[in-house]
């Protein structure tokens, strides 16, 4: 990201994080915006994997352009399964929760959001954080987590 190297980008960098120190206190805050900027990337394969790691997820969505370069997209829309990676994230917490831990729940949040409506041409407003557009990112990711619970799949 703008010549910069990134220290985790892969599965393979987590990984080798996570093993450095086998422990629960070692986990990950995981934003699928990050890992979604490369192709190579299964996010949900990701979030299966680290799922018991996992402490903190930033939910965005990526679309990643022929040349390679990519832009944030929609919550629902881009190269990342959001519906997906959701159902596995709380099936994790299903199964921390059946175990009985105190730390059951993996606080997720909408990672940046669109200016909409009232939002633009606002001052003070910093990029990815509008109250509007965030809003709305929310409430679809609150709707995929709703039919999860209504389904019964996690």
């Known amino acids: 990201l703008y010549g ?3 220290v985790v980008s892969t599965a393979e960098d987590a990984r080798f994080i ?32 680290f799922a ?12 990643i352009e022929e040349d390679g370069s990519f832009y944030e997209a929609e919550h629902l ?6 519906a997906h990676v959701i159902l596995a994230l709380m099936q994790e917490e299903a199964r921390r929760r059946a175990q009985g831990r ?6 997720m949040r ?3 959001g669109h200016l909409l409506a009232d939002d633009i041409g606002k001052k003070k407003i910093n990029p990815g954080y509008s109250l509007i557009g965030r809003l709305k990112g929310l ?6 987590m709703r039919a999860v619970e209504r389904f019964g799949l996690a």
């Open 77 to 82: 829309e881009g190269g990342t399964d959001m």
């Open 139 to 144: 409430a679809e990711l609150r709707g995929i």
């Open 4 to 6: 910069l190297p990134r």
């Open 102 to 107: 105190a730390d059951w729940q993996i606080p």
């Open 52 to 63: 018991d790691r996992i402490h903190f997820v930033h939910l965005r969505n990526i679309t």
């Open 18 to 49: 996570l093993n450095a120190v086998d422990s629960p206190a070692n986990g990950l805050t995981f934003c699928t915006g990050s890992y979604g900027t490369r192709a190579d990337n299964d996010i949900v394969a990701m979030v299966k994997e």
């Open 110 to 112: 909408p990672d940046h």
